[in-house]
C-alpha cells in the first residue's frame, strides 16, 4: 500500500490512540490540527507519572544504534516500557563521552563500544545533573547514504564478549552517585516476560535521509526501533537491514510499523521518516 497521506494520517492517529486515548479527539477526528494539538499538549504539560530516557552519545553509527537502542528497550521491564510508552518513548540525547562520566554518574547499559550510555527512562527530575552537565546531541551534518547494512539484535543480557553488542553497565567506582529513579521501577537482570521466544526473522528499515539533519533522524530511527521492540516486532536473534533512501513517498514495501511526524519543509503535511517491514527474506 503507498504511503499516501490519508496512511500517514492513520498510522499517526494509530499511534496515538493506542498509547494515550484520551489525547484523540472524542469525535474521532484525525486532521493535522488534531494530531499537532495532542503533540503540543505532551510537551508543555506532562503527566505526573511521565518518563524519559537520557542517552550520551560519543558517536553516532546507525546500524550500530539500531542494534544497541533494540537491546535497550528489549531489557525493560513491563512496568518501565508501560511507562515510556504512555510518554511517546521520549529520549533526551546528549553529546559526551559515557566513560569520562563514569565516576560521577552511572549509566543502566553501555554500548560495547562505549559510543553511548543509556539511563532510565525515569521521571525527568532523575536526570537533571546529566542534562544540566552536558550539551544537547547537535549537528548539522545529513544522515548519511550508503550501502545497506545488516545488524543482528542481541540479547539483552549479552555480556562483554558475546556476540551481542551490548552490555549491563559497570558498577560505577567509589563517589559515583548513580541516578536516582524517582518513581521509575529498576531494570531487571533477567529477561522481561513478553512473547515465546521465536526464531530470529529479518526486516528491513528504511531511514528518509533527504534533508534530514542527523540528530532529526536520531530521534525518528530511536522511536521507531524502540517502539518496535517493545511491540515484539524486533527480538532477539533479528536481522536487521538498514537502507538509508532519500525519501519514503512512493513506497509500497509491506510495512510493519512507520515513524510518522510533520514535514518540516511542508507544515501541512506528514511525512514517513523511518519505516520498519514485514519479514523479508536475507538478500
Known amino acids: 500500500m503507498p504511503l499516501t497521506q490519508r496512511r500517514l494520517h492513520d498510522e499517526a492517529f494509530r499511534r496515538l490512540r493506542e498509547v494515550r486515548p484520551e ?10 490540527a488534531t494530531l499537532l494539538a495532542a503533540r503540543t499538549r505532551v510537551a508543555e504539560r ?5 518518563v524519559q530516557a537520557v542517552a550520551v552519545v560519543r558517536h553516532f553509527d546507525p546500524a550500530t544504534w539500531i542494534r544497541d537502542a533494540s537491546a535497550f528497550a528489549l531489557g525493560l521491564t513491563p512496568e518501565t516500557a508501560a511507562a515510556w510508552r ?26 560495547e563500544d562505549g559510543s553511548v550510555g543509556w539511563c532510565g527512562p525515569a521521571p525527568a527530575e532523575s536526570s537533571a545533573g546529566l542534562r544540566r552537565l552536558l550539551k544537547l546531541f547537535l549537528s548539522t551534518a545529513a544522515f548519511p547514504v550508503g550501502p545497506p547494512r545488516t ?13 551481542g553488542a551490548w552490555r549491563q553497565a559497570p558498577t560505577p567506582g567509589p563517589g559515583a ?56 516486532l524486533i527480538t532477539p536473534g533479528d536481522r536487521l537491514t538498514l537502507r538509508s533512501v532519500p525519501s519514503l513517498t512512493g513506497a ?3 510495512f510493519a510499523a512507520l515513524r510518522v511526524d510533520v514535514d518540516r519543509t511542508r507544515p501541512d503535511r506528514l511525512r514517513a521518516f523511518a519505516a520498519l517491514t514485514e519479514e523479508t527474506p536475507d538478500d
Do not use: I, K, Q
Open 177 to 232: 552517585g548513580p541516578l536516582p529513579r524517582g518513581a521509575a521501577p529498576p531494570r531487571s537482570s533477567t529477561p522481561r516476560p513478553g512473547p515465546p521466544p521465536r526464531a530470529g526473522v529479518h526486516r528491513d528499515l528504511y531511514v528518509a535521509a533527504s534533508g534530514v539533519p542527523v540528530p532529526e533522524a536520531l530521534v525518528h530511527l530511536n522511536h521507531l526501533v524502540v517502539e518496535a521492540a517493545l511491540d515484539g
Open 151 to 163: 545488524v543482528t539484535v542481541p540479547s539483552p543480557t549479552a555480556s562483554r564478549g558475546d556476540s
Open 252 to 254: 509500497t514495501a509491506p
Open 23 to 32: 489525547l484523540a479527539d472524542a469525535e474521532g477526528a484525525s486532521d493535522l
Open 86 to 111: 504512555r510518554s511517546f518513548t521520549r529520549t533526551v540525547f546528549l553529546a559526551g563521552n559515557p566513560a569520562n562520566l563514569l565516576g560521577r554518574y552511572s549509566f543502566d547499559c553501555l554500548a
Open 46 to 50: 506532562p503527566d505526573a507519572d511521565a
